[in-house]
């Protein structure tokens, strides 16, 4: 496919230049040569869209003067631009894809809104981008003018992955990545909705190939992540890196307690009963149908975490509001963790606790494909060793256990057990890294966990902690009889 982007050196664009690369279209790009460049292989036309008559000149230095099967659009700002980017191309473009944007809805979003909700006014003739939404309807307005039924309009949602620079899932990158207690706005389940760019870009790619047309919201299914999923995944990108974070969730009515709001003071989250919540709760059936498919969240997390790593936090952007808390809302969230984490405490278990071990793993523990638990053998592993077994308490309540089992060389992580009312509270997290604090302190170099194959909910919360399964081996066991 010969593919003209106009922008495609930032965010969304570098995904669709990277992906258009990929796949052997012929791809071409107009930008001011500013921000980036695009990578070998890509043809660049240096112009500027505010300037009159430099997209025209541009266009026209193009081999054969310019001819292409799609155009996407990238850009946010004047209307304008885009109507002269439209009347240049309508008779030498097929398709025209415009990256716009679900703020275009009237605000609040409603809920379950597909794509026939109402929108702003917008100008296709607009000279101002101060007001997003009206710009971005001015856009899409102006994109209709020109190629009516042979474009696509992808109204974006939120918009995460490699190269952000909106800053959000970096700025939660970068929270975990400090460790210790790390205030997480709840609730943990919170359904979410983005896409990620290289989804995106993706299915734009598909979308021009096959000449779809139309309105979309342009984001993944509703719940295709929580908050829960999300920050647990950023706790396991940067496991490797640093000190351990352990997230202790706070109630909607918690955080604004401290002050916080959603979406910019604690990026990507919104307050369920909040106007902000139809952010997360747009219909997509349209663009799921026409075949939007969204990776899972832990790679577009680790992926995010590994640009970080290599390039740094990016420069925030100066056009959109400032992101994170006011140092005084960070420290009364801070307070507010740290006391819902204090309820919570550890210590090593005595003789004494047994016999409440057993009756709560009778109701907390996974059961199936061992031996029954043994008074007699929690007993013997006590005597040997006084602190294998941590229990997290609450309320004079056990709340969860670990065998923290060392014996001189290897570390053995086992029954681990949450309340299954206290399950997502970051019990689990902190029952992890103070086993990892003592293997470290024994000398201990790498930390092994039990964890059964069919067990998801456990396979997400040793994930988030950092633990991967070996495929190297599996376990054998010959049970030893009398
Ligand atoms: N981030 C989100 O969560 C979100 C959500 C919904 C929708 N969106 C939409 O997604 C899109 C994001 O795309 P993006 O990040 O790739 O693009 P962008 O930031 O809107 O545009 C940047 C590109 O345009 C070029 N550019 C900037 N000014 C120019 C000018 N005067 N003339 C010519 N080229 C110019 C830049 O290169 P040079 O600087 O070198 O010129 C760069 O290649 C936007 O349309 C945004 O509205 C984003």
Known sequence: MR???LGGTRFVGRALVAEAVRRG???TVVHRGTTGSAPPGVRTLLADRRAPGSLAEALASAPGGGEWDAVVDTWSAEPVAVRDAVRLLRDRTGHYGYVSSRSVYRWPPQPGADEDAPVVDGDAGG???ADYAAAKRGGELAVLEGFADRSLLARAGLILGPHEDVGR?????HRTSRGGVVPAPGPPDLPLQYVDARDLAAWLLDAAERAVTGTFNAVGPRGHATMSSLLGACRAAVAQDGPAAELVWLTPREVAAAGATGWNDLPIWTPPDSDLAGLHHGDVSAAQEAGLRCRPVEETVADTWEWLRAEGMPAPRTDRPPLGPAPAVDRALAELAAGAASRVTLRPAVVDDVPEVMAFWGRAAEDAHRPADSTAAVERLLARDSEALV????????VGTV????DGWRCHLYRLAVDPERRRQGIGARLIAHAEERFRSLGGTRSDAMVLDDNDLAHAAWRAA??????EWSRWVKPLGG
């Not at 997290?392 to 056990?398: L, M, P, V, Y």
């Not at 950092?466 to 495929?471: L, N, R």
């Open 466 to 471: 950092g633990y991967a399964p070996q495929s």
């Open 25 to 27: 279209d012929d791809v």
């Open 3 to 5: 593919l003209l982007v």
């Open 169 to 173: 899932l970096p700025w939660w990158l």
């Open 391 to 398: 229990l997290a308490e609450a309320d004079g309540r056990i």
């Open 403 to 406: 065998v923290v089992g060392w």
């Open 127 to 129: 000279t101002d981008a």
